[in-house]
């Protein structure tokens, strides 16, 4: 898979087609919006979706630590989707995944989810923080419009961005890169995406999955 790297902040970071961000300086891949527990939130409430897709979240991390120098995830909010996301089978595929990278550095910087969720489990061992989190030059937040001292790093909205043509219309999860914040597309599966409308200054860089594209 391609990726794009850029500059922000005077820091090289990677824009990862997986929708996720990699700071190699600091060995550090940063995560946004990974929702889990969604699909068990939904079938809690009677709806029916498919099962997996806590799995699917966790090979995609093992497979982005496969890829890079990976010793500190930071995600950026929304870890846990609802109350439900604690059921046994959620947390056991969890709490296994986390005894196979048991010097992994975890950091999460709680989001509007999580404040209704519930901080995970102990055992899981993941530092706990609120936004603005600084970490210079960035400030890691769940909410992309919170005021920071740092270049802000932020999830949240879930962003994607249409491309079209005369006939035709594609709509994909995007990082939208601007002056003073970068906004990371959700990385978890089952999640979604919200149409955006780039701001003056705003650089938009599409995911198709298997590579990351400039198209504004």
């Known amino acids: 898979m391609s990726e794009k790297i850029i500059v922000v902040a005077g820091e090289t970071v990677h824009l990862l087609a997986q929708k996720a961000l990699y700071w190699p300086a600091a060995h550090m891949l940063v995560i946004a919006d990974i929702h889990f527990g969604k699909a068990a939130s939904f079938r809690a409430a009677?709806?029916?979706?498919?099962?997996?897709?806590?799995?699917?979240?966790?090979?995609?991390?093992?497979?982005?630590?496969?890829?890079?120098?990976?010793?500190?995830?930071?995600?950026?909010?929304?870890?846990?989707?609802?109350?439900?996301?604690?059921?046994?089978?959620?947390?056991?595929?969890?709490?296994?995944?986390?005894?196979?990278?048991?010097?992994?550095q975890l950091t999460l910087v709680r989001g509007n989810h999580d404040r209704h969720a519930g901080d995970p489990a102990a055992s899981l061992q993941i530092e706990m923080v609120d936004e603005p989190f600084a970490m210079a030059p960035f400030a890691f937040c769940h909410h992309p419009d919170i005021a920071t001292a740092g270049y802000a790093l932020a999830g949240h909205i879930h962003p994607s961005y249409r491309l079209a043509t005369r006939f035709d219309s594609l709509r994909l999860p995007c990082f939208v890169v601007g002056p003073q914040r970068l906004i990371l597309p959700s990385f978890g599966a089952f999640t979604g995406g919200f149409l955006i409308a780039p701001a003056a200054g705003d650089a938009i860089y599409v995911s198709s999955g298997e590579a990351v594209h400039l198209v504004r």
């Open 46 to 104: 009677g709806v029916p979706v498919p099962r997996g897709t806590t799995s699917q979240n966790l090979a995609a991390l093992d497979a982005l630590m496969a890829l890079h120098d990976i010793r500190h995830i930071m995600f950026l909010g929304d870890f846990l989707h609802a109350r439900a996301a604690h059921a046994s089978a959620t947390v056991a595929a969890m709490l296994a995944w986390r005894q196979r990278h048991p010097h992994l």
